[in-house]
Structure formats: C-alpha cells, structure tokens
C-alpha cells in the first residue's frame, strides 16, 4: 500500500476486481479517506473472462495451462477453462499431461474473438484514455492482469494482498 501512497498525486484511477471487491474496498476506503486518495472504479473482471478474451492463437490455448494447472473431466476443462459445454468423461489432469484440445480449438479461438470484442468495448468505457491505473486485487500471481494487458495492450500498474511474483509484470507487486 505505501507504493500506492507515494506515488497518489500520479496515478488516475483505482480499478478494484469483481473477486476481491468486498476486501479491497474496505482496505482500500481506509486509506482513502486518511490519505485523500480518488475514488475506485468497480471493474467486471476474472482470470476466467480475461484469459480466454487473451486466446489468439492455439499455442495461447495451451499456455495457459503453464499458470493455471486442471484436474477433472473433459466437460469440467472446457466449462470451467473456456465456457465451452461439451459432453465427455475423459479425466484430465494437466499436471501429467496437457489434453488434446484439437477438436475445439476453432470455438475456443471464435468464443475469444467475440469475446474480445465485447470486453474491449466494456474495458473503453471503464478505462477511457486513463494512463497511469492501478489494478488491486487479492492476487497471487496476476494473471487477471497479465491477461488483460495481452489482449487489450494495456499498461497496468498491479498492486496485491499477496503475489508470487512469477509473471513477467512492469510495476506489480504486494501491497501488505
């Protein structure tokens, strides 16, 4: 938090993320009102909704097993990963082996496309033509923010209650 302190004459905005809106927020009021900092803007994200608006090439598909590993069925994988309903029992689990995604990789790379286009327009509305945003987040190891910043090209600042750090982000790190 004293990052976000001692630079809060820089920065323009406060985006807060859907899952650790309700920490965060109080946090993050806390500091505001004892350091006159600007108001936060709720932003509708996930890793879920930022990772596959990211897919633009099968290989992203398969990359994003290195963050985010997978055990269950077929049908859980492409429901839980990529939104897709389909019907098979086949255990997975990505720590042994990565599945063999062939067969869907045309809906998953479409689902993205549209996707993308949807939440950029979204991401516009919030984020305008702000500069300098910090993204806060509960975190651990900013994929929400990798994600967003690889699809939408945008530079976020990322500040965490806990972060391992593993991700090649510019400017993130935790704040407590």
Do not use: W
């Amino acid at each position: 938090m004293q990052s976000l302190l001692d630079s809060k004459r820089e920065y323009i905005d406060i985006i807060l993320d859907n899952i650790s809106i309700p920490i965060c927020t109080i946090i993050y009021d806390i500091f505001k009102s004892k350091y006159i900092l600007p108001e936060s803007v709720y932003f509708k994200t996930s890793r879920k909704l930022s990772s596959i608006s990211s897919f633009k090439t099968e290989e992203d598909i398969y990359d994003s097993f290195k963050l985010h590993r997978f055990n269950g069925t077929m049908s859980e994988l492409m429901l839980n990963r990529f939104n897709l309903e389909i019907d098979d029992t086949t255990p997975i689990n990505t720590t042994i082996e990565l599945p063999n995604l062939t067969a869907y990789i045309t809906k998953i790379l479409k689902k993205s496309n549209n996707l993308n286009i949807n939440y950029k327009e979204y991401i516009d509305e919030i984020i305008k033509n702000k500069k300098n945003v910090y993204m806060i987040d509960s975190g651990y190891q900013g994929s929400t923010q990798y994600y967003l910043q690889k699809a939408f090209n945008l530079n976020l600042n990322g500040r965490y209650i806990t972060y391992k750090g593993n991700l090649n982000l510019n400017n993130t790190n935790q704040f407590m």
